[in-house]
């Protein structure tokens, strides 16, 4: 009879203790999904004024401070107001400046279209693609035509030809600067030699001294040679 007895009092316990009412039940599951919500809240929250405010301010703050020319887009300003980038190319045509590497970029509506900044692209053709030998045969015949004044024999610069991956490169090889100086001088009434002396102090040597390869930035050496001073 007494264990009866304590039978029916854990019973009767147990009732009592679940006895509890739907609300005190929603208000329990609703703490409980606070308590997993109100950290990822914050941690958004914080994550986000570091990510998004902070440290965007400091590093546009830093870059403005210690490379201002590059973090604006190193651009090219003659008589007070941009006029280029020398990170991008431009398409020059005229027999008095320098011209830069072939582009076989396209504009926005699929037509080709050089030096097309905001549809950088390159051929995409192999070594051994039948119509990029055509194309580069075709740009070799351009080229002598352009350039009727070059001596015979004279190699062709293999980057006067072959387009860039980008399409808008804005430098060429010295050689390919210096293919190009007679056109040029002739154009302009000028000599050769003063020609490639302005080709010269606007050669950029390699990088720590070992990589990459001299070259010529097509846009400084244009404006140079047009007497209009730049600001870096």
């Known amino acids: 009879m007494a264990r009866n007895s304590e039978r029916a009092v854990v019973t009767t316990t147990s009732a009592a203790h679940d006895t509890t009412t739907e609300p005190e039940v929603e208000e329990r599951t609703w703490r409980?999904?606070?308590r997993q919500f109100r950290p990822a809240i914050v941690i958004t929250l914080v994550l986000t004024i570091i990510t998004g405010i902070l440290y965007p301010v400091v590093t546009t703050g830093v870059a403005q401070a210690l490379f201002p020319s590059?973090?604006?887009?190193?651009?090219?300003?003659?008589?007070?107001k941009p006029v280029a980038s020398s990170l991008i190319g431009q398409y020059w045509?005229?027999?008095?400046?320098?011209?830069g590497r072939p582009s076989a970029t396209n504009n926005l509506q699929g037509t080709p279209s050089p030096y097309e900044a905001d549809n950088s692209a390159g051929s995409n053709l192999g070594p051994t693609n039948a119509n990029l030998t055509k194309t580069v045969q075709q740009r070799i015949a351009e080229l002598k035509k352009e350039n009727p004044d070059v001596p015979a024999g004279?190699?062709?610069?293999?980057?006067?030809?072959?387009?860039s991956a980008s399409?808008?490169?804005?430098?060429?090889s010295v050689a390919g600067a210096y293919y190009q100086i007679p056109r040029i001088a002739k154009a302009?009434?000028?000599?050769?030699?003063a020609v490639r002396a302005i080709i010269d102090q606007h050669i950029t040597g390699r990088f720590l001294g070992i990589f990459g390869e001299p070259r010529v930035n097509v846009l400084e050496v244009n404006l140079a040679l047009d007497g209009v001073h730049t600001n870096p």
């Open 154 to 163: 004279t190699p062709i610069p293999p980057d006067l030809v072959e387009s």
């Open 32 to 34: 409980a999904l606070l």
């Open 93 to 99: 045509t005229q027999p008095q400046y320098l011209h």
């Open 188 to 193: 302009r009434g000028m000599t050769q030699e």
């Open 70 to 80: 590059q973090a604006n887009g190193s651009l090219v300003y003659s008589n007070g």
């Open 167 to 172: 399409g808008l490169d804005p430098d060429i």
